[in-house]
Structures are given as structure tokens and as C-alpha cells.
């Protein structure tokens, strides 16, 4: 057997420039093309460093150009994979036992077993992300000998009731965000670096966005930008930072009311672009009309009307928030067809919950889109992802199924139904596309392909992963 030690060999051929092999952020788009049955059987077996040998000579073999695109995105989640499942089975054990001395190895395939723990196998052996820890809070009814505090909802519920009754929630925000390349990279007086960080734009939600202040040489981009960032080209620079300040403005609308009412507009912010056809149509890979997604929208729409786009966009909505539960994620490029594979494993985070949404609503006729940036409040904040969706005559609204379902798990009916058209005053959005380029677009392999939440750097032709850099982002202050 090749080995681990075979894996970081191969990764090692490639980083002294067999650029021939390296994926391009575009690639991702053909992961739904397949595998050669050899090289997907090593996959699956976890006999990760084979795979990659045979996927280096396929590409040198030149063929089949028509899978060098899935090839290369491959080789690139092949490398990853270990990299973000690092925890063996024997250190996961461990883990648990530092607060719940009695759990075992039964104990750990029962969570495998429900869907609890993601894993894959590395050179044979199983694996689990670092995080795998944490998400077992969320279900204390399960890990009887853990501390899983349940969340503090006490400001959550009091602005959901300040929206109800002033039919809005404003708040101004200020922001620091940082990235910084990790100890281990060598960043030299002439080395070249990249970075991008993202910024508020342009959206129905939010105003007055300004700079504020920002390491030397920022260029900023337009505030349309579906992915809009912060921008640098510097040499010897490892750390880069944004202060920035917005208004968001978060209306309310009741959608379970007999007749619902379009929630009351506000001059100050930019009217949503009317629905196009990209909003009811694929988006290979992850949003994909599968035959399994055609089959579960046929029979979630199957007594709903075409043309009623709210009972449609309430039965996707109630399926993903009563169905799928919360699961922390790898990196988003070493997911297979999200919205396919969450119906299927019922697991996933915020951004595998809206693109399921997304898509569903898509087949159900019902135009619906991306939104991400982070979640601001006064106590944390955070990555996040949600959907937008479209019903005539009420116009646009938003979709918040991670927040939904875990109103569902608390037994908590009226918050989870509360984020089925409304958000809330905390979010920051920068992102209005998902798999959309950056500006200036990166030719490099990102971080994250799809998204950009926490930022990306790029030091001397490498795009580092975030087991490369450190971010950071801070809530200044919020009125």
C-alpha cells in the first residue's frame, strides 16, 4: 500500500510544478461528469494516493480530454481530503471520553449509524473532521455524558418580536474583518500575494455601506459584484484587514397568514432584480434535477397548484426544515451534488440547507437564488448561508431552513416559522451567486470555489487552504 506518506509524495510532485495536474476553480463544475470505475473504486476504498497516480496518468494519457476537467477536480479533493479529515477513530474516541468517560466504540458507530458523524476512510483508515465534536452538542438527548448547553435564545426571540410588531428591524453595523497567511508560509520581502475580503453589497437588505479603513492598496469592487470583495496585490504582505460599516434593514412579512401582505418597501435600498430564468433553472453540479430530486418534487408539489408559487416555496420549505438535521461540513469542494445528497442523507449545514431549498424550489416552478455572508449578531459572528426566493406579488423574500430547523429541534413552531420569508436584522451579505468569480477573478484554486465568507489568499502562485490562514471577524458595534 501506497500510504499517507505516498499521498503527501504525490501532492509534493505536483507543488514543483506538474501544473498540468492542478484544477482550476471551473473544474468544480464538471464533478457531476464521473469517475472511471477504477479510480472511483479506490476512492470509496480510501486508497486515496492510488487514485491520484492513476488520475495523473490518465491526464499524461490525454485519452479522454472530454474527463480532464473531473479529473483534475478530483486530484484536487483527493489531496484535500486528509487535510480536513484528520481525526482518526482512536483520537475521536478519545475526545469524547475527556468529558464522557464511559464512551466506546459502540457508541461511536451508533453516531455513524444516525447520521451524526461525517467520516472518510484515508489510505484505509476512518477519519472524522475536527469539528465532528462540537456538532454533537446540538443533540444532548444523544451524548448523555457530554455538556450540551442549549443556546441562549433570549435576544434571538426579542427581535423576532420587534419585527412583528414594528413590521421591520434596523441596525447599523460596524465590522472588522482579517486574514493573515499561517506561521508555516514563507512570505518573503518579494513574495507576491493576493488576497480578496469580502465587503457588503448592493441587496435588498442593505444601505450605506462604507469603508471605513483597510490595509494600503485596496481596490474595492463595484457593489453589484455577485461575490463582492476587498482586493490586494502585494509583495511581502501576510496579513490584510477591512473596517467597514452598513445599514440592514430586515421587514417583516407574515407567510402563513390567510392573505399575506407584501412586506413595506424602503426607498433607501436597492429594489431586488426581477426573477430571470437562471432562478428557475440548473446550475451543474450542485444544483441539479436529478431523477431522485424530480421524484421527491413530484410528490412534495403533487396537490399543490403550478401557479401557487407560496404553497409551493411552503412545502420545500417545510420539507428540508422538519427533515434535515445540522451536520458540520468539509470544505464545499469535497462535497458531491449537494442538494441531491442532502435529500438523500437528510445531513447538512447551512449552505447544503439553502441549496436544497434553492433546488427544490426550482423544480416546483418557484424562482429562487443564493445570499451568504455572515451572520452579525451582538454575540457572535459567523459564516452563514440562505435562500431568496420569488412569489408574484409579494415579491421577494428569504429563506433561513439551517435556522428553521433548529427552531424544529427546540419544538419551537413559531420561530420556524418565522424564518420561512424573513431573516433578521443580523446578517452582512456579500455574496448574491453561488460558483460565482471574484473581481478580480482568481486563476488559482480557491479555498472555496463557491463561496467566499471568510476571504482568500494567494501567496506566490498557491492559493492557500484554511489550514494555511488564520481570519478573523469582529463586531465593532451594532445600533
Known amino acids: 500500500m501506497r500510504g499517507a506518506a505516498g499521498l503527501a509524495a504525490t501532492r509534493g510532485k505536483a507543488d514543483e510544478g506538474m501544473t498540468s495536474y492542478e484544477a482550476t476553480n471551473d473544474d468544480f463544475l464538471h464533478l457531476d461528469d464521473g469517475l472511471p470505475a477504477d479510480i472511483a473504486r479506490l476512492k470509496d476504498a480510501g486508497e486515496l494516493g492510488r487514485a491520484v497516480r492513476l488520475i495523473e496518468a490518465e491526464l499524461d494519457a490525454g485519452t479522454r480530454p472530454e474527463l480532464a476537467a473531473c479529473l483534475r477536480a478530483e486530484r484536487a479533493r483527493l489531496l484535500r481530503t486528509p487535510l480536513d479529515f484528520s481525526v482518526t477513530r482512536e483520537r475521536a474516541i478519545a475526545e469524547v471520553r475527556e468529558e464522557w468517560p464511559e464512551f466506546g466504540e459502540a457508541d461511536l458507530d451508533r453516531l455513524i449509524d444516525h447520521g451524526r458523524v461525517d467520516w472518510r476512510l484515508v489510505e484505509g483508515e476512518q477519519r472524522f473532521l475536527p469539528s465532528f465534536f462540537d456538532a454533537l452538542r446540538k443533540y444532548p438527548e444523544e451524548m448523555p455524558g457530554m455538556d450540551c448547553p442549549r443556546p441562549d435564545r433570549t435576544a434571538q426571540l426579542a427581535t423576532i418580536a420587534e419585527m412583528r410588531k414594528a413590521g421591520a428591524a434596523e441596525r447599523h453595523v460596524h465590522i472588522h474583518a482579517s486574514i493573515a497567511a499561517g506561521d508555516a508560509v514563507h512570505v518573503g520581502p518579494e513574495t507576491p500575494v493576493r488576497c480578496w475580503l469580502p465587503l457588503p453589497a448592493a441587496c435588498p437588505q442593505i444601505c450605506d455601506v462604507r469603508l471605513l479603513d483597510a490595509t494600503a492598496g485596496v481596490q474595492v469592487a463595484p457593489t453589484d459584484a455577485p461575490q463582492r470583495t476587498a482586493y490586494w496585490e502585494a509583495a511581502g504582505q501576510r496579513e490584510f484587514f477591512v473596517d467597514y460599516e452598513y445599514t440592514i434593514r430586515a421587514p417583516y412579512v407574515d407567510l402563513w397568514a390567510e392573505k399575506p401582505a407584501p412586506a413595506a418597501a424602503d426607498a433607501r435600498f436597492a429594489p431586488a432584480p426581477a426573477p430571470t430564468v437562471a432562478d428557475v433553472s440548473e ?132 420561530r420556524r416559522r418565522f424564518y420561512f420569508g424573513n431573516l433578521g436584522p443580523w446578517r452582512m451579505v456579500a455574496n448574491s451567486e453561488f460558483m460565482a468569480p471574484l473581481t478580480p477573478a482568481c486563476d488559482i484554486l480557491r479555498n472555496d470555489s463557491f463561496d467566499n465568507q471568510v476571504g482568500e489568499l494567494v501567496v506566490d502562485g498557491r492559493g492557500l487552504t484554511s489550514h494555511d490562514f488564520t481570519w478573523k471577524t469582529e463586531l465593532v458595534s451594532m445600533r
Open 283 to 414: 446550475r451543474r453540479p450542485h444544483v441539479t434535477f436529478t431523477p431522485y430530486l424530480r421524484e421527491l418534487a413530484d410528490r412534495l408539489f403533487a396537490d399543490i397548484a403550478a401557479d401557487d408559487q407560496l404553497g409551493r416555496a411552503r412545502a420545500a420549505y417545510d420539507y428540508v426544515t422538519k427533515n434535515v438535521d445540522y451536520r458540520f461540513q468539509p470544505a464545499y469542494l469535497l462535497l458531491d451534488p449537494i442538494a441531491d445528497s442532502c435529500a438523500k442523507s437528510l445531513r447538512g449545514d447551512c449552505g447544503v440547507f439553502a441549496l436544497t431549498f434553492i433546488t427544490l424550489c426550482r423544480l416546483g416552478g418557484v424562482p429562487a437564488r443564493w445570499q451568504s455572508g455572515l451572520y452579525a449578531a451582538p454575540a457572535e459572528v459567523g459564516p452563514h448561508d440562505w435562500a431568496m426566493f420569488y412569489v408574484d406579488g409579494l415579491g421577494w423574500m428569504w429563506a433561513d431552513c439551517s435556522f428553521g430547523s433548529a427552531a424544529r429541534r427546540d419544538g419551537d413552531e413559531q
